[in-house]
């Protein structure tokens, strides 16, 4: 598969060509990072919590902290993109994420792990937009930039699951840290390799949105901090519903503001097409269930069936190698068969994937679960290209970076909140050692989260009828 190289501008350097294919390719290999991080930690979750001393509800802060950092600032990281330069922008989030990754390793306390893990997601939120944006202004024809998405989705979707792996051949041959540490070495050959490789974007005029950030970034943190503490403090008790309300004003005040600056950081007219509307809330619903699913199934292999951490990360191979099988023929299926079919086809498998894992026992056989993977990696490769492209359809190339932050805003903030919201049910249901009991309302929850997803996308076939 080819990758896309840098179409000269009057005002851009022009990368070098020798060269200049590897340089992209050290970029995407810095996005696989930023999404590994997403799950890597999660296959080490028990061990962390034994190390560092989490309580049950604490402990998705681990993934948590780091998603809702990403997304509540992937807005304003592509922003910085496009008045900055998104080369540089880039450079500085890949610098900050490999700094913050070196710490995390290092933390003593589950305080310091969760503030690094937010760190990391701050880095990140400034780097992954520059990838996206970089693919969609640069491809030469609608063919080449299908072919540029679909392995952009590939990493996506693949990277969780990668992570899974990764993450338990490294804690179970090291420890749990090395899933933190093996960020350094990759980070400092994108700082090193990249400026020499890839050449810089125009910059647009502009000013920064920090109202609009700091309100995006504080609605997620305080409606992801009031479902995590939900089954501590009750789910309508004041401390949740408080942080439900407060979370909603500041998601309110962020509309309000968007309207009335020069400059915003969630550019309204992004919102004015139902059809983009729709592939955004099927996203977030889609990496919502997604992640609940991961973050649940390790628990299940590792404390249910005591599997060791690299097993249970091999455990999860079936599903990246189904992702990758799709993502060879998906850029086809998308011209002959239509975007939105393949959505629909995609999310209506992912809930018949989901809903024998609601039956879990501790006689279960594992080919039910394995089978229950290659469904949910088939599903996750036939949704997560055609969203993409439906999500950044007829957007102007100057606006291609706050497009592609708002696509990977809904996607990290959607992996939170139905992260949030399926811990929280666990922990609400869980039972001293035996994780079925919990586990089984976890995943109706998660089963939940995509048929909502099927909903979105359903009702993304009609607005695309009614817009024809």
Known sequence: MPLITATRTPNSATPKRRGGNIGLWLVMLAQLMLVLDAT???????????????SHSDLSWVLNGYAVAFGGLLLLGGRIG???????????????????????????????????RALQGLGAAFAAPSVLALITTNAPD?????????????????????????????TDTANWRWTLFINVPIGLLVLIAVPRLVGETPRAPGRFDIVGAVSA?????????????APD????????????????????????????????????????????????????????????????????LEDQLHFTPLVTGLAFLPMPLSIFAMSRVIPRLVERVGAVRLVIAGAALRVVAFLPL??????????????????TGISAGMTFMPLTTLALRNVEPEHAGAASGLFQTMQQLGGAVGLAIVASTFAAFAAPGDFTVGGRAGFWAATTLSVLALAAVAGLARRRRQEA
């Open 40 to 54: 890597v930690v999660n296959v080490a979750l028990p061990h962390i919590a034994t190390d560092l001393h989490f």
């Open 82 to 116: 496009d008045v900055v330069g998104r080369r540089r922008t880039f450079l500085i989030g890949v610098a900050a994420f490999t700094l913050f990754s070196l710490l995390g390793g290092l933390a003593t306390t589950p305080a310091l792990l969760v503030v690094a």
């Open 142 to 170: 609608e063919g080449s930039r299908n072919r540029a998405l679909a392995l952009f989705s590939a990493i996506a979707s693949m990277g969780g699951a990668m992570g899974l792996i990764l993450g338990g051949v490294l």
């Open 217 to 229: 970034t504080g609605g997620a943190v305080a409606i992801v901090w009031a479902l995590i503490q």
């Open 233 to 300: 403090y009750g789910w309508f008790g004041t401390r949740t519903l408080g942080g439900i309300a407060v979370g909603a004003l500041l998601i309110g005040l962020l509309a309000f503001t968007e309207r009335r600056v020069p400059h915003p950081l969630l550019r309204p007219q992004l919102l004015r097409s139902p059809s983009r509307v729709g592939a955004l809330a099927a996203m977030a619903a889609t990496y919502g269930g997604m992640l609940a699913m991961f973050f649940l199934m390790v628990q299940y």
């Open 358 to 375: 609601t039956q879990l026992s501790p006689t279960t056989n594992f080919a039910l679960v394995a089978g229950a993977l290659v469904a």
